[in-house]
């Protein structure tokens, strides 16, 4: 007894359905790592801006100081 077509369709379906699941949660690891990645980033560049701040405020100081 061959499969009706309305059966190999369902069959197709179901495939394509497994396929985008893997799909998205492959995607979607991809995505955490990458949003990861830039909370990295935004906090050293604060961490950048901090630090050459600091050294601004204290170059500035010093400069008070001897001129």
Known sequence: M???NNEVE???L???VKTLSKDVERLSNRLDS???QLD???GLFVG???VASGAGAAISSL???WF
């Open 10 to 12: 369902m069959g197709k």
């Open 34 to 36: 990458l949003e990861s």
């Open 2 to 4: 061959a499969p009706s």
């Open 48 to 50: 950048i801006l901090l």
């Open 14 to 16: 179901i495939q394509a």
């Open 40 to 42: 990295k980033g935004k």
């Open 63 to 65: 400069m008070n100081k």
